[in-house]
C-alpha cells in the first residue's frame, strides 16, 4: 500500500497550489480519501475528504470556501486545490484513505509521507 502525496512548495499569500495523492496497493475506488495538515508544534489537523464515489465531501471551516477535494478513481488520484492561501495555511499535507463512509481520524488506515506548504505573507 502507497499514499505520494506531492505537489507542495512555497507561495506567497493569495497563491494556489493543486496537492496530488497517488494510491496504490489496495481498491481505492472503495475508499474515503482524506487530507489532513500539521504545523511544528501543533497536532494533525483535518482538512478535507471525500467519499469513494465523489459524492460527499467535506471540509473544514477553516478552508471552506478557499481548498476542494477532487479524486479521479480510473487515475487512483486525489486532490486539493488550495486558493487563497494564507500563511496560517503553512504546514506539511498528508493524504489518507479509509475504509469507512465518513471516517474519524482514527479511521483512517492508510497514511502517505507528506508534502510540504509553505506560505509567505
Known amino acids: 500500500v502507497q499514499l505520494q502525496a506531492s505537489g507542495g512548495g512555497s507561495v506567497q499569500a493569495g497563491g494556489s497550489l493543486r496537492l496530488s495523492c497517488v494510491a496504490s496497493?489496495?481498491?481505492?475506488?472503495?475508499?474515503?480519501m482524506g487530507w489532513f495538515r500539521q504545523s511544528p508544534g501543533k497536532e494533525r489537523e483535518f482538512v478535507a475528504r471525500i467519499t469513494w464515489n465523489g459524492v460527499s465531501t467535506v471540509s473544514a471551516a477553516s478552508v471552506k470556501g478557499r481548498f476542494t477535494i477532487a479524486r479521479d478513481n480510473r487515475e487512483k488520484v486525489a486532490y486539493l486545490q488550495m486558493n487563497s492561501l494564507k500563511p496560517e495555511d503553512t504546514a506539511v499535507y498528508y493524504c489518507?484513505?479509509?475504509?469507512?463512509?465518513?471516517?474519524?481520524?482514527?479511521?483512517?488506515?492508510?497514511w502517505g509521507r507528506g508534502t510540504q506548504v509553505t506560505v509567505s505573507s
Open positions: 496497493g489496495f481498491t481505492v475506488s472503495t475508499y474515503t
Open positions: 489518507a484513505a479509509s475504509s469507512l463512509w465518513q471516517p474519524t481520524t482514527r479511521d483512517y488506515a492508510y
